[in-house]
């Protein structure tokens, strides 16, 4: 791309980031998503450091309103004037834990951590003449970051070696991907839930998760909800937890920024340095397979890994998780297979391999390519001494944009858009992607 073309691109990107911006946090889109969610804003805040301190850090603070005494940082806090969203806060119905804030209402599950990942974006990104703010930032913030990692290690570590545990699709952040459906089929629900879908009257059901989906996410909501939230109660019995292989990668990643937040500031970084450890030997004990070269989820009601090639295994490079014989492995058997995820004449990287049987082009998380997955994994191809790669993915997805628009994702074949237009973190991280370029943004 030329100069003029990155111009482009990022004047347009920040036009979308201040079309959703609602003053103090930003919402993922203009209409489909009105509140504010957990990874969005972060990513968000990770765009917007680099040419809005103040924005970026206000993004994060207006997140941290939602965390719960114990924790956790939920997936979505409710804006009181945003409506059109199923599930709303009457259904979440987070009051019922006394855990939960009582000033703002909130979903009950969290999402991906990449808190601590964007607060260190915010301190490197800040104006030479704002370092010692940026400072205050990371000590104002590590606390929080802190509280939530250890969520994890205390509520969501069932057999104590740090694999961590999702017990929600949604909380995944990936809620079709196959393996929360293959999961969700060993889920015997006693009932079939009664709701009202909004999101397919924004946008074509072809385009988004099935009913049966649906059916699924609303059951483990109602049933979560009918323990108040309670999390040990919950896991005692909860039908679906999966070891998600993209989760707790993006947690080794975020324990690592963790403790460079805690060397910045002067602080110990034992604690996040030992969390990385033992859920990174956790991921290459349990989660890698031998045979296919690739990391798989662990289905841990079933007791067994969930053999379905996605972006989750991928995600090992950017949590600095495989070791370099795996991660060399990985990117030539599966990454540039022109048959599972580098498409010879699309769009780099489909988020299930073009091979499984569950692979649709044009359904949310099935098939077609995110932004925030190639950033993602392009951050991870640096880490994993593969810099020519990393460039090559970033260029290919800054062709995507520049030819669809900041869509909410994109055919792996065609670049076709589809889902929300607008779509806050593809604008924000193609912002910081150029940025990574060199270029001035
Ligand atoms: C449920 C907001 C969110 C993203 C998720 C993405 C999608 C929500 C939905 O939108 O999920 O959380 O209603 O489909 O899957 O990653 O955070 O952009």
């Known amino acids: 791309m030329i100069e003029d073309e990155l111009e482009a691109v990022v004047r347009a990107g920040k036009s979308v980031l201040a079309g959703n911006d609602l003053g103090r946090w930003t919402k993922p889109a203009p209409n489909l998503y009105p509140h504010q969610w957990n990874w969005d804003s972060c990513f968000i805040a990770i765009g917007l450091s680099h040419y809005n301190f103040d924005r970026a850090c206000q993004e994060i603070r207006s997140l941290l309103r939602g965390q719960w005494s114990n924790g956790l940082l939920p997936q979505i806090v409710f804006n009181p004037e945003g409506d059109d969203y199923f599930p709303g806060p ?50 104002e913030t590590l606390p929080h970051i802190r509280h939530y990692h250890q969520f994890f290690y205390e509520e969501r570590n069932p057999d104590g070696d740090g694999l961590i545990v999702v017990i929600h699709p949604w909380e995944s952040g990936t809620d079709n991907s196959p393996p929360y459906l293959d999961a969700g089929k060993r889920v015997h629900m006693a009932y079939k839930p009664q709701y009202t879908r909004l999101d397919t009257r924004q946008v074509s059901a072809a385009n ?59 602080q110990d970084q034992d604690e ?16 890698w397979d031998d045979e296919d070269g690739m990391y798989y989820d662990y289905d841990r009601v079933a007791g067994r890994l969930i053999k379905i090639d996605t ?52 359904n949310y998380w099935l098939g077609p390519v995110w932004i925030g997955i190639n ?19 970033t260029t290919r997805s800054l062709g995507l944009v520049q030819r669809s628009g900041y869509r909410e994702y994109f055919n792996p074949y065609t670049g076709q858009g589809y889902g929300t237009e607008d779509f806050s973190w593809a604008a924000a991280l193609t912002i910081d992607l150029v940025a990574e370029m060199g270029e001035p943004v």
């Open 90 to 139: 009457d259904v979440w119905q987070s009051h019922r834990s006394p855990d939960a804030p009582k000033d703002v209402q909130t979903s009950g599950i969290t999402q991906p951590t990449v808190l601590a990942t964007a607060a260190l974006s915010i301190w490197r990104n800040a104006p030479d003449g704002r370092k010692d703010e940026a400072k205050s930032f990371l000590q």
């Open 208 to 266: 988004r998760p099935s009913d049966k989906d649906y059916d699924l996410f609303v059951y483990l909501l109602e049933l979560m909800r009918q323990d108040n939230w309670d999390q040990k109660s919950y896991l005692g019995h909860a039908p679906l937890q999966v070891q998600d292989v993209l989760f707790n990668s993006v947690l080794c990643r975020a324990n690592l920024d963790l403790a460079a937040i805690a060397e910045i500031i002067g």
């Open 272 to 287: 996040p340095r030992e969390w990385y450890e033992q859920t990174r030997s956790a991921l290459n004990r349990r989660c």
């Open 311 to 362: 972006i989750a295994g991928l995600h090992t490079l950017y949590g600095r998780v495989a070791p370099e014989d795996r991660a060399a492995r990985m990117i030539e058997v599966h990454l540039l297979n022109p048959k599972l995820f580098w498409p010879p004449s699309g769009y780099p990287v489909p988020s299930t391999s073009l091979s499984s049987e569950w692979f649709n082009p044009e």
């Open 375 to 393: 950033w993602m994994l392009a951050r991870g191809l640096s880490s994993a001494g593969r810099p020519e790669l990393a460039a090559t993915l």
